[in-house]
């Protein structure tokens, strides 16, 4: 069974600085799900990573995937007010499918002014 | 072009009650999913449904809860005889096969 650990859950930043959201995961899955939520909302897709060694870059959102190591990452760069949210990453129990997504924790991103 | 949509938004029930919820998936995708989330808790899978078959119930409680998805209509998520503990968030995903899952905007059962 997969096991998705996101670490940290929780993170307080300024406004400005730099960090990275780490997912570890279990098995050999070869894709990984970025998604963002707002408070009381739903789950908005982020980065969709689908090989090993994928990057992907939206605004100051960089996410990557290294398959060997099962670790992808969600590089934040200067980070303002409204990057505030929970993400998520997730991805399917095993290689080759798409049906259901086990989803980490969440980290908690607050970005304080 | 609708993404997928859920309906209700919110839904109250007392203990004892059934609970049903809907999702209409994005026009075209065959795939549903029904993942619940409690409070700051990610989202736990339930079920995956295609039209008229269950592929894999294995996130599912074995009692009270059910799932369909017609030839017809919505996915329709069944909960009899709700308990406090159902109380959570129910989100449906949809996708076309091996593909990324759309998420709807979920429906937020309180029991009370």
């Known amino acids: 069974e997969l096991k998705v650990e996101q670490n940290p859950l929780f993170l307080s930043m300024q406004e400005g600085k730099n960090y990275t959201i780490y997912c570890n995961y279990s098995?050999?899955?070869?894709?990984l799900y970025w998604y963002r939520q707002d408070p009381g909302k739903s789950l908005e897709s982020l980065f969709v990573l689908l090989s090993n060694g994928a990057v992907k870059q939206e605004g100051r959102l960089m996410a990557s995937l290294d398959t060997k190591a099962r670790l992808s990452t969600l590089h934040i760069t200067a980070a303002v007010h409204d990057l505030s949210a929970t993400y998520f990453c997730a991805g399917p129990p095993s290689a080759g499918g798409s049906e259901k997504l086990v989803f980490g924790k969440g980290t908690k991103l607050t970005v304080n002014p | 072009n609708a993404g997928v949509m859920q309906n209700p938004r919110h839904l109250v029930r007392r203990r004892g009650q059934e609970a049903r919820l809907r999702c209409s998936p994005v026009?075209?995708?065959?795939?549903v999913y029904w993942y619940r989330q409690l409070p700051e808790e990610g989202l736990k899978f339930m079920v995956y449904l295609q039209k008229e078959n269950i592929i894999d119930e294995s996130g599912m409680p074995k009692e009270r809860f059910s799932a369909e998805f017609p030839k017809e209509g919505p996915s329709i998520l069944r909960i009899q005889q709700v308990v406090r503990g159902d109380s959570a968030a129910y989100f449906c995903a949809s996708s076309l096969i091996d593909n990324e899952q759309f998420f709807g905007p979920g429906t937020r059962l309180t029991v009370l």
């Open positions: 098995t050999t899955s070869d894709r």
């Open positions: 026009k075209g995708h065959s795939h």
